[in-house]
C-alpha cells in the first residue's frame, strides 16, 4: 500500500477543522449558496513545482461536474492544450459576475491560493449585463472596472500575472445568418481597462464573434449545448442553450484563449503543446463529482468531536443533499455497522490517519449470526460491517473489515461476512483495505439488471472463499489482491464469484494488480460463476489483464459453481506475468482485436461517461495542489 498523502482540499479541511468556529448545528440545505459565511483557512505554502493558470469568471468559463456532462466550459478544457510546465485550476462560478463573485469571497480565496509566476484569466461580463439585478449588476465604466482593478491588483500584489478576457459570444444570429454581438458596452470596457493598466488581454469577444461565423448558425450548434432526447442521460428530454457550451465548443474557446496567450508571449513559448493535435473533447475533459467552488459540507468523527460514530455523522447528513458530505474520521477503531441509505448521496468516507491501517471501521456479524430482535439470521447481505447504497461514495485512506471468528463459530453453517457493501453507482475508493474471509467485498447493484460501478485504485482486498463477489461492475487498478492461507496443499478458495447480468457487458476488471499469498503453489481460483437462486442470466464477466499472479494462481484458474461451467461464464486473461501467468487450453485469453473494449475507461464509462481516472491527470482542471487550498464550507467539530 502506498503511503497516504492528503490531497491539497483535504489538508486544508484539517486546517479548517481546528481553525474555524464550530457550528452550532448542520447546515442546512440552502448553505451551500452561501460563500461568504466563513473565511479561508490557508495551510502554509511549500511551493509548488510549477505555475498554475487560475480560471476565474462565469458559466462560459466554469467547470462543470459529471450530472451536467456534455456541458462544460472553457477553463474546463484548457488542460487538455497544456503541456507539463503548468496546470490549470478553474474557479469560475456559474452564474457569477465581477461583483458578485468577489462579494461572496470568492476572489479572496483565489488571491489567497495565488503565487509567484502564477496567471490569472478573468473573464466576466455576462452576468454584469444584469444590471437588475443588484447583487450582480454593475455599470460597466465605473463599478465593472473598479471589481475588474481588484482582480488585477490582487494579483500583481501576490507576484502572479492578471491577463483580462472579454465575454465570449453568445450564439447570435440575424436572419441573413450574421453573427451578433450580445455584450453592449462591457467587452470595451475590458479593452478600455487593459490598456490603462497594461494588463494583457485577450478580446475572447471578437475571437469568438469570428468563429461562430465561420462555422454559420447551424455549425455552432455542436459547439453549443444542443441535444437531441435521449442523446445523453443527463439531458433526458434534450437541451437548445444558446450561451453555453458543450465539449466540443469548450475545447474550441480554449484554444482560442491558449492562442492568443501565446501569441503575445503572455505566457512563456511551448506551455500550449496541444492546440494542434486532434483531440477527443467529450471523453479528454474531465467532469468531476462536484465542481470545486461548490464547498463540501465536513462533519468529523472521532474523540472530542461532534460525532463518536461514523453511523451518527451519516444519519446528519441531510437526504437529498447535492452537496458532497465529507465524514473525517481521527484515527482509531470504530466498532459497529454502518449504513448509508440510498437517499444520501456523495458523502465521502476520509480517513485521518498516515496509513489505511490507522482507521479501521469493524464489525463481526456474520450470514448465520441471529439478529437482535430474534426474526432470524442477518443474511450474507446483512452481515456487511459497512453498507453503501447512495451514488457517488468515495472512501479514502482507511479500513473496512469483519472480523468474525470462523474459527470459535465452526458450528455455524453461513460464515459468509462481508466487510464492504457497495450498490450505489459510480464509487471510487482510493488507497483503502478491505479485509475478511468468505466474501468479503460485495459489489453489487440496486436490482437484477442495473448497472453500478466501482473504481479501486491502489487498494488492497483480502480474503480466502469469493472475496470479491456481486452483481457490480469494478475496476481494480493498482491493487493488491491477497488470497489467504486456508492450510490446505490443494485448495484455498477462489478470489471472485461475479454474477453480472448477461445484458451487462462489463464485470470485473484487475488491471496492473497484483495477486499474492503464502498458500500453497496452485491452490487458489482466480474466479467461479455465480448464479445466484439459479438465475441463468447472471453470467459473470472477469478479465485480469497487464497484472501479476503468484505461484499460488491454479493452473486451470476458473472452476465451476453450484452445477453452473465456468466456461458458460466470461473469463479472460490478457498479457499476465509472474510465476502463476501461463496460457493453457484451460486459461482463455481475450483476444487482442477486443483488448479495446476492455479496458478501465469502456469498463467505467457506463452511458453517463463517467470516467473517475481522470481526475488528477492532465486533463483535470480542478487538481489538488497541496498546501493551497481554500478550506472546506461548514465544519462541525
Known amino acids: 500500500m502506498r503511503r497516504f498523502t492528503p490531497s491539497r482540499r483535504s489538508l486544508l479541511a484539517a486546517v479548517a477543522a481546528g481553525a474555524v468556529t464550530a457550528a452550532a448545528g448542520l447546515a442546512g440545505p440552502g448553505a451551500a449558496a452561501s460563500h461568504a459565511t466563513a473565511r479561508p483557512v490557508v495551510a502554509p505554502r511549500p511551493g509548488r513545482p510549477k505555475p498554475v493558470i487560475f480560471v476565474v469568471g462565469d458559466s462560459t468559463s ?3 461536474q459529471h450530472s451536467e456532462r456534455p456541458r462544460a466550459g ?28 468577489a462579494d461572496a469571497g470568492l476572489l479572496d480565496e483565489v488571491l489567497d491560493m495565488l503565487q509567484p509566476g502564477d496567471y490569472l484569466l478573468i473573464s466576466f461580463g455576462h452576468n454584469d449585463e444584469k444590471v437588475q439585478d443588484p447583487a450582480r449588476g454593475t455599470d460597466p465604466q465605473t463599478t465593472f ?20 478576457v472579454t465575454p465570449v459570444e453568445r450564439r447570435r444570429f440575424s436572419a441573413l445568418g450574421v453573427a451578433q454581438d450580445s455584450h453592449g458596452a462591457y467587452p470595451q470596457a475590458v479593452r478600455e481597462l487593459a490598456a490603462a493598466t497594461g494588463t494583457p488581454l485577450v478580446d475572447l469577444t471578437v475571437l469568438s464573434k469570428d468563429l461562430w461565423q465561420q462555422l454559420g ?11 437531441a432526447p435521449g442523446q445523453y442521460p443527463q439531458y433526458p428530454e434534450g437541451v437548445a442553450d444558446n450561451t453555453h457550451f458543450q465539449a466540443e465548443g469548450a475545447l474550441a474557446v480554449a484554444r482560442l484563449v491558449a492562442r492568443e496567450l501565446q501569441a503575445h508571449q503572455t505566457v512563456p ?8 493535435a486532434g483531440l477527443d473533447a467529450l471523453n479528454g475533459i474531465h467532469w468531476p463529482s462536484e465542481r470545486p467552488v461548490d464547498k463540501p459540507l465536513v462533519l468529523e468523527v472521532g474523540s472530542g468531536s461532534a460525532f463518536a460514530t461514523v453511523q451518527a455523522a451519516v444519519d446528519a447528513v441531510p437526504a437529498g443533499s447535492t452537496r458532497r458530505t465529507q465524514i473525517r474520521i481521527a484515527p482509531g477503531t470504530y466498532r459497529g455497522t454502518i449504513r448509508v441509505p440510498a437517499n444520501k448521496p456523495r458523502i465521502s468516507f476520509i480517513g485521518l490517519g498516515e496509513k489505511p491501517e490507522d482507521v479501521v471501521l469493524v464489525y463481526n456479524n456474520a450470514s448465520g449470526t441471529a439478529k437482535p430482535d430474534g426474526t432470524g439470521t442477518f443474511g450474507t447481505g446483512g452481515s456487511a460491517s459497512v453498507r453503501i447504497d447512495g451514488p457517488d461514495f468515495m472512501a479514502s485512506n482507511l479500513t473496512f473489515s469483519n472480523d468474525f471468528d470462523e474459527a470459535a463459530n465452526q458450528d455455524m453453517r453461513n460464515r459468509q461476512a462481508v466487510a464492504l457493501f457497495l450498490a450505489g453507482d459510480r464509487a471510487v475508493l482510493r488507497n483503502v483495505r478491505c479485509l475478511g474471509n468468505q466474501d468479503t467485498l460485495l459489489i453489487d447493484s440496486p436490482a437484477r439488471g442495473v448497472q453500478s460501478r466501482f473504481f479501486f485504485r491502489d487498494c488492497y482486498v483480502e480474503g480466502d472463499v469469493d472475496f470479491i463477489f456481486g452483481r457490480g461492475t469494478a475496476v481494480f487498478s493498482g491493487c493488491e489482491i491477497r488470497s489467504l492461507d486456508r492450510g490446505s ?16 457487458k462489463h464485470g470485473y476488471l484487475f488491471t496492473r494488480c497484483r495477486f499474492v499469498s503464502a498458500a500453497a503453489a496452485g491452490s487458489v481460483h482466480l474466479g467461479r460463476p455465480w448464479h445466484p437462486s439459479g438465475d441463468v442470466d447472471a453470467i459473470a464477466q472477469v478479465l485480469v489483464r497487464d497484472s501479476w499472479l503468484g505461484a499460488h494462481i491454479s493452473g486451470a484458474p476458473w472452476t465451476d459453481m453450484s452445477g453452473f461451467s465456468w466456461q458458460e461464464a466470461r473469463f479472460h486473461e490478457f498479457n499476465n506475468n509472474g510465476p502463476g501467468s501461463r496460457i493453457t487450453a484451460t486459461r482463455p485469453q481475450l483476444d487482442p482485436a477486443l483488448a479495446g473494449e476492455f479496458t478501465l475507461e469502456e469498463y467505467l464509462r457506463g452511458t453517463d461517461g463517467w470516467a473517475p481516472q481522470l481526475a488528477g491527470t492532465r486533463a483535470d482542471s480542478t487538481q489538488e495542489m497541496a498546501g493551497t487550498a481554500v478550506a472546506a464550507g461548514t465544519v462541525t467539530r
Do not use: C, M
Not at 145 to 164: C, D, H
Not at 217 to 227: C, D, I, M, Q, V
Not at 489 to 504: D, E, F, K, M, W
Open 145 to 164: 472596472k473598479e471589481y475588474l482593478q481588484k482582480y488585477i491588483g490582487g494579483a500583481a500584489e501576490r507576484g502572479a500575472r492578471p491577463v483580462l
Open 62 to 64: 466554469s467547470a462543470y
Open 217 to 227: 448558425a447551424e455549425g455552432t450548434k455542436s459547439h453549443f449545448l444542443y441535444a
Open 489 to 504: 496443499a490443494t485448495n484455498n478458495g477462489y478470489v471472485s464469484a461475479g454474477s453480472l447480468n448477461v445484458q451487462i
Open 74 to 101: 472553457w477553463g474546463q478544457a484548457l488542460p487538455l492544450l497544456l503541456g507539463p510546465q503548468a496546470a490549470v485550476f478553474d474557479y469560475a462560478w456559474s452564474g457569477a459576475s465581477s461583483k458578485s463573485f
Open 269 to 276: 513559448p511551448g506551455y500550449f503543446q496541444f492546440l494542434d
